[in-house]
């Protein structure tokens, strides 16, 4: 039976997003992050639920742009590593797991993208040692994630969809990115689940 656990206050509030919360258990800490505007907020919390630390992370912009909206914020454990990535309108970026260093900086493509359509990534998964994110043009961008450092590589980038991926879910891999099965939740309410074969 589900009973409440004692609430955490946030400083400020979350944005009326789907799947705008991430957990992290990480040994007597449970770390939190939810999406507001232009900021990440990020709190860690002691087992009885007292807050510890709070702090917001805000994307960095790239050159000549306004800071970027952010439309996710997930925790990506890895087999040798935990990062935080965000994902906005115009790029991904991957943090260490507290937030205080960018290990990584990937620009979605806008080539087909019309005027009234939004450059934006949304879904974000870990399979092995590889990041999947869903990107507006219904591709899934795999990230080959190695066991430390920034060398990080954009692996594979499949089409499979028309419209855009809202949600990526992984099952466990033995070694390929996309040997797993993979859900796409896409506006429509239509839920297809790719399955990879080999």
Not at 70 to 90: A, D, G
Not at 133 to 145: K, N, Q
Not at 157 to 168: K, L, N, S
Request: aromatic share 6%; charged share 15%; with cysteine.
């Amino acid at each position: 039976m589900f009973r409440p656990g004692r609430s955490i206050p946030l400083r400020g509030s979350a944005a009326a997003l789907c799947n705008n919360l991430s957990v992290l258990q990480q040994r007597n800490l449970t770390h939190f992050g939810v999406v507001h505007g232009l900021s990440a907020q990020l709190l860690s919390a002691a087992p009885e639920g007292v807050p510890l630390v709070q702090r917001q992370l805000h994307a960095k912009e790239g050159a000549g742009v306004s800071s970027p909206l952010i439309t996710q914020v997930h925790w990506c454990v890895l087999p040798y590593r935990v990062l935080l990535v965000l994902t906005s309108h115009p790029e991904i970026q991957m943090y260490k797991s507290d937030g205080s260093v960018m290990v990584y900086w990937h620009a979605l493509d806008s080539g087909d993208a019309s005027l009234v359509q939004a450059v934006s990534a949304r879904g974000i998964a870990a399979s092995g040692h590889f990041i999947c994110v869903g990107a507006w043009s219904g591709r899934v961008l795999v990230f080959d994630i190695p066991a430390k450092g920034p060398h990080i590589v954009l692996s594979e980038e499949p089409a499979g969809h028309q419209t855009p991926v809202t949600d990526i879910a992984t099952e466990p891999a033995q070694g390929q990115p996309l040997r797993d099965a993979r859900i796409f939740r896409q506006p429509h309410g239509e839920v297809p689940v790719k399955r990879n074969r080999n």
